[in-house]
């Protein structure tokens, strides 16, 4: 997330939000990300055809992408795929989004890849949690002619704080007595407070426990399993692939919350891509990331 020659990350949090509300998203300063220049990197994914729609919420519409590739033989699954961002930034065009989109689609792997309204300020959980939610039941209702698959063989996935969204409206979905997604992939996912140290007590001064404050909305919340998956129980959640980073500081959050679907009972597999840092599926030229995505393709078409 930078832009105009400096990073916002490097800036405290209100400053951040108070600039995204102000400013919007910042450009992306890579020129070889959009999707012409991938294509061209990456022949394959030039069979591809994505196509744009509007997916309404109960806090309005909300923008998704329709990514198929009908040359290839189909795998007979379908993904739902929820881009990351800290909760307060994140776009459909963004690699960790467009790029893993691509990617799948010209394996045979339908995507709908889903955005949601970010957390600036004056928006909290569970409306981002809603919008997902409203996006997996939509792209059920209309599994076949969004993706050509049943909707029983939908997987839901995503990455950060994609991933967190994805694992809470599993959670959602369980407790409300409806059907789960076939599968549930989760790349480097936040699903606590305090993603390093998944057991402590939240510190709201710490970077990260700001952020998730900022999402949660209260410091009640911080304690709600639909809002932070890895504090509730994984009974019921369906098969799980969870790809951690070697060298990513929440690394201990996705470690944790795999061990917890294990004592469940529940299929899971814990892929720890090495040498791979947080975000790296947002970089089309980091090798890791080529074996992320073979690796998640591998695992919902098996």
Request: glycine share 10%.
């Amino acid at each position: 997330m930078s832009a105009q020659g400096f990073d916002i990350r490097s800036l405290p949090l209100p400053d951040a939000l108070r600039w995204l509300r102000e400013n919007g998203e910042p450009m992306d300063p890579r020129d070889d990300v959009d999707t012409e220049s991938l294509r061209r990197r990456f022949p394959r994914l030039a069979r591809v055809h994505a196509t744009d729609l509007v997916i309404e919420t109960p806090h309005g519409a909300q923008p998704a992408r329709v990514y198929r590739d009908d040359t290839v033989t189909a795998t007979g699954r379908g993904l739902v795929w929820v881009h990351g961002g800290a909760f307060i930034g994140g776009y459909l065009d963004m690699p960790e989004s467009n790029w893993v989109a691509l990617e799948l689609a010209s394996r045979g792997i339908p995507v709908l890849a889903l955005d949601y309204t970010k957390c600036l300020g004056d928006v909290h959980f569970p409306v981002p949690s809603d919008d997902v939610l409203a996006g997996w039941r939509f792209a059920r209702e209309n599994s076949t002619a969004l993706l050509g698959v049943d909707a029983g063989a939908l997987l839901l996935g995503g990455a950060s704080a994609g991933g967190n969204l994805a694992a809470g409206v599993v959670a959602r979905l369980r407790d409300a007595g409806e059907d789960v997604p076939a599968g549930l992939v989760l790349v480097y996912p936040a699903l606590h407070p305090d993603g390093a140290h998944p057991q402590a007590i939240p510190d709201p001064r710490a970077p990260h426990e700001q952020l998730s404050l900022n999402y949660a909305g209260s410091a009640e919340a911080l304690g709600d399993p639909h809002a932070f998956p890895g504090l509730g129980t994984a009974d019921r959640f369906p098969s799980t692939l969870i790809v951690a980073c070697e060298l990513d500081g929440l690394r201990p959050s996705a470690e944790a919350f795999a061990q917890l679907l294990d004592a469940s009972g529940t299929d899971v597999r814990l892929h720890v891509e090495p040498g791979a840092d947080h975000a790296h599926i947002n970089e089309p030229a980091d090798p890791a990331a080529h074996r992320t995505l073979e690796e998640i393709a591998e695992w919902v078409c098996r």
